[in-house]
């Protein structure tokens, strides 16, 4: 009857009882023992399997469908929601860790899916209709549209909820080698080329889940979901912050090749990298084009005549011998230390850095490299034993900060700071408890925002705010 009255004309009461009564069916054919055929043909409905859901899946290969109201947005923050007709569901695929990815760049854990149930009375038999969130924005009813109801939120608290990416912080740190199937570059959505690339890059002892919330209110935003789509950088921050950088680098030509296959690189090139803490290090790094300057703050005998092997060799280049990634023309620099941090000095820190448990072996560019080999290459130099650990290189005195500080950006790139004091108003005299202003600031920037909190501000309003006004003005600026 609420179909039949929504054919004819907009009625927002008819709306509310057609997706309560839509509701209650659903709860029918989703609880149980998992038979959607046999339910839906007992309740005198068919399932719609004429099409896929999103990334190439179909309806059988979902684990779970969940209501989006049922979904907990503990730590993602508020719901981001359009009304409309429909019941806002969570589709997941599990995703095992030995099972290959259902698309190149695919989340670890599983895949969730943005999806809306309809149960469509045009047809002779009512047929159940789950259609992919953002991709239709409304649906017919009779002669009319009807907008669907899509929540944005439900699919991003899931992931997490799902995921442990966020949960193995502080075992990243001390035993990153057991977490490389975690490490990676990863898209939140399928690929589209008609939308410009968001890179977030976390920080020491965290993981992707620092930017939930900042996330999640972007993806509330129509502007965003429009224009951008969003890339995560996972890796062991117990390694040295130039190793991870290079495989940054290597995951990122990786997805730009991907890219290129899928078609034209205009919106690709237009890439935005956010950094957070020696995420904003890692990112910085790789923007730079530092000719030999890295590699003379640690070895100052030529490449070609270190007494290393070939693997060996190849590595050291890609880490110390490299050339500036070509796509990111904007970055973010939130509470990067780009000079170290004095507290890695301490001997409570120093400690703590000396119980991570690095792997003996790298792979770097797929050239691998024992720590070892690296550790002599360097001492052929006549230089000591250099920190390999992520703490380590945190050292203001750690040489590659003024191979850094000294290397000019790729030509091109437009970059902004992000600055936490803690909340106390010190400005320029500021720290966020763990990197000082003087180690965030950076000369050149297009703006520069002090944040009133410490060195975690990613989820701070006025850190939501400060992006979103960036990626606003990327926007407008091309």
Not at 142 to 166: C, F, H, I, N, T
Not at 304 to 318: N, P
Not at 332 to 355: C, E, K, N
Not at 378 to 400: E, V
Request: hydrophobic share 35%; charged share 25%.
């Amino acid at each position: 009857m609420a179909w039949q009255e929504l054919s004819r004309k907009p009625s927002s009461q008819a709306r509310s009882k057609y997706n309560g009564a839509v509701s209650k069916l659903f709860d029918q054919l989703r609880c149980g023992v998992r038979d959607w055929e046999g339910k839906a043909t007992k309740m005198g409905t068919v399932l719609d399997r004429s099409h896929t859901l999103g990334t190439g899946l179909k309806l059988e290969d979902l684990d779970a469908l969940v209501p989006s109201s049922q979904v907990s947005l503990k730590g993602v923050g508020q719901r981001h929601a359009d009304p409309g007709i429909g019941v806002p569901l969570v589709g997941w695929k599990t995703n095992p860790a030995l099972e290959k990815r259902r698309f190149e760049f695919a989340p670890p854990t599983g895949i969730p899916l943005n999806l809306t149930a309809i149960l469509d009375f045009s047809t002779a038999t009512p047929t159940w209709r789950f259609l992919y969130g953002g991709r239709v924005p409304e649906i017919k009813i009779g002669r009319r549209s009807e907008a669907l109801a899509v929540d944005w939120s439900a699919p991003v608290a899931l992931y997490w909820q799902m995921s442990d990416l966020d949960d193995v912080d502080f075992l990243k740190l001390f035993l990153p080698t057991r977490f490389t199937d975690h490490a990676g570059l990863f898209f939140a959505t399928p690929y589209s080329g008609e939308k410009i690339p968001v890179v977030f890059v976390h920080g020491l002892n965290s993981s992707p889940g620092t930017y939930k919330a900042l996330y999640n209110d972007l993806i509330g935003e129509k502007w965003f979901r429009e224009k951008y789509q969003v890339l995560f950088f996972s890796y062991p921050t117990g390694i040295a912050w130039p190793y991870n950088a290079a495989e940054f680098r290597r995951q990122l030509r990786r997805a730009r090749d991907y890219a290129s296959k899928k078609g034209s690189l205009t919106n690709w090139n237009k890439m935005v990298v956010v950094g957070h803490s020696m995420g904003g290090v890692i990112s910085r790094a790789s923007l730079v084009d530092p000719e030999d300057r890295f590699y003379k703050a640690s070895y100052r005998t030529p490449l070609k005549k270190l007494q290393v092997s070939g693997s060996t060799r190849r590595a050291i280049e890609s880490v110390r011998l490299y050339k500036p990634l070509e796509s990111p023309s904007r970055a973010v620099f939130m509470a990067a230390p780009h000079q170290g941090s004095p507290m890695a000095d301490r001997q409570l820190v120093t400690w703590i850095s000396s119980i991570i448990r690095l792997p003996k072996t790298l792979t770097i560019d797929l050239a691998t490299a024992t720590l070892d080999e690296i550790s002599k290459a360097i001492q052929q130099g006549g230089q000591t034993r250099p920190p390999l650990t992520s703490i380590g290189t945190l050292s203001p005195k750690y040489r590659p900060y003024r191979a850094l500080a000294n290397s000019p950006y790729r030509p091109g790139l437009t970059y902004h700071s992000v600055i936490g004091d803690r909340g106390k108003g010190d400005g320029k005299k500021s720290s966020d408890g763990i990197v000082p202003y003087w180690s965030s600031h950076l000369d050149g920037a297009k703006s520069e925002k002090i944040i009133p909190a410490g060195h975690s501000l990613v989820g701070h309003p006025e850190t939501i705010r400060e992006v979103s006004r960036i990626l606003k003005l990327h926007l407008e600026k091309r």
